[in-house]
């Protein structure tokens, strides 16, 4: 993947390496909604040794040594995947209220992200983490910006979370000078920081991420796809969120995204398509015979006015459907309940009360999300062998009881009020609804100066 031999020895971790023995975690006496493919339902103990799933089972014995996680009266999940973020996005939450995309990111998105340093996306990629942790995600697929990856890898790491990690790759925008990259050097970057990911941490992924069609020349759109052939590596985009952005594809390239990611040989199972908005039936039987996933961020596109997917037609036709929350500016948090929701809520709407039953829709935000991720093997099921990412939600609050269907109880009447536990690859990140890898007021403080000072140098329009 890197031509210079010697590259190897330059790569560094993103976090000094522990060496401190991890103690086995045992989660006693909750209820597991595995998520298998059964959806298997138990009641069971589950115990964690060296970060993965040992053995799941009721009444064991807990080892000696063990860390004991109270899941008495509480649902064991997986921890939720979110396959799209940009945690680079954070500081500019509750602002850029109504606007359509192309001028949400004109006048917002694109200055703010060009004036970050590294203190400013530390701050945001510290804060979005936080907040995801705290209300059960515990993976995500994010879009960075075009610089400072990895200082948002290096903080997502270290609060927790695991992750696809991506650098913005963009060439060809009205945006501010600072975003627009020389696309070769632009690529090697990626490169280089792929395979650092690869070597360092197994908690990280990397993946090729232009932001859209439409940000790209056709040079870089083609080395990228090249580059994703040679390597193996997962794509990532946006495509079809507005209708407005078909337009103008197709007025640059001839053809709607859809086509020309299909010319540029992309259309597979690495490909990740956030949003979707906008395609027509037959795009959607190439994005099932290609396995195409989509990544469906029904709030985002309902509060920018994008429109909503038509999720149930993909999922009839076999596309692969997960969730994410996208920027907090775009939605205005990075709750998975939200999502889920929203995304059962306004099929219903349109189609009827059976449109987008719970279950599906939890697993969309679980198990479909790994598998998105090509992560199925690791997390996205509470399954033995696998990584040790769990949620435990209690289930006996005033505003979900009784709660005897499950998955209509996590998408219909629970929220980030019910996360008790968290459990990041074996690690417990969250204890009785409190961050254990971080202080939060801290990074409250942190994130509220940082905001600040962004707004301050970024070149925001005046009118
Ligand atoms: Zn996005």
Request: net charge negative; with cysteine.
């Amino acid at each position: 993947m890197i031509d210079d031999p010697g590259a190897r020895n330059k790569i560094s971790s993103f976090l000094p390496s522990s060496t401190s023995p991890r103690r086995p975690v045992f989660v006693k006496g909750g209820t597991v909604l595995t998520m298998d493919p059964h959806n298997t339902i138990l009641p069971a103990d589950v115990l964690l040794v060296d970060g993965r799933i040992l053995a799941l089972a009721p009444y064991m014995t807990a080892p000696a040594d063990a860390d004991i996680i109270d899941a008495e009266g509480c649902w064991v999940l997986p921890g939720f995947v979110q396959t799209h973020v940009h945690l680079c996005q954070t500081l500019w939450r509750n602002l850029a209220d109504g606007l359509p995309l192309m001028d949400w990111l004109r006048r917002w998105t694109w200055p703010m992200e060009a004036a970050h340093d590294e203190a400013t996306i530390r701050a945001s990629t510290r804060l979005g983490a936080a907040e995801l942790l705290l209300s059960g995600t515990t993976t995500v697929n994010d879009m960075g910006t075009v610089r400072h990856t990895e200082v948002v890898i290096r903080n997502a790491l270290e609060i927790g979370l695991r992750g696809v990690f991506s650098k913005v790759l963009m060439d060809l925008h009205d945006g501010p000078a600072a975003l627009r990259e020389n696309p070769d050097e632009a690529l090697t970057q990626a490169l280089t920081l792929a395979e650092r990911c690869r070597t360092s941490d197994a908690r990280l992924r990397f993946a090729l991420a232009p932001r859209f069609a439409l940000s790209s020349s056709m040079h870089m759109l083609e080395r990228i796809a090249l580059a994703a052939r040679s390597t193996g590596l997962l794509v990532h985009t946006h495509c079809a969120e507005t209708a407005e952005e078909v337009r103008l594809t197709t007025d640059r390239f001839g053809c709607g995204p859809i086509d020309l990611f299909e010319q540029m040989g992309l259309l597979g199972p690495n490909l990740l398509l956030a949003h979707c908005v906008h395609i027509t039936p037959r795009e959607i039987e190439r994005l099932a015979e290609a396995s195409v996933s989509v990544l469906h961020c029904p709030t985002s596109n309902l509060k920018l006015g994008s429109g909503i997917a038509p999720v149930p037609a993909m999922l009839a036709a076999g596309v692969r459907v997960s969730l994410g929350a996208d920027g907090a500016p775009c939605n205005n948090n990075l709750d998975a309940f939200q999502e889920m929701r929203t995304a059962a809520l306004v099929q219903k709407a349109l189609l009827g009360p059976t449109a987008m039953p719970a279950r599906t829709v939890l697993r969309m935000a679980t198990i479909a999300g790994a598998t998105a991720l090509g992560l199925d093997g690791e997390i996205g099921s509470v399954e033995k062998g696998k990584r040790g990412d769990l949620l435990v939600l209690d289930r006996r609050r005033v505003h979900c009881v009784p709660a005897d269907d499950p998955a209509n109880a996590i998408v219909h009447s629970m929220g980030r009020d019910n996360v008790r536990h968290v459990l990041a690859d074996g690690r417990v990140v969250v204890r009785d609804g409190h961050l254990m890898t971080a202080d939060v007021s801290e990074i409250v403080r942190e994130a509220e100066d940082a905001a600040e000072r962004l707004k301050r140098n970024a070149k925001l329009p005046k009118d």
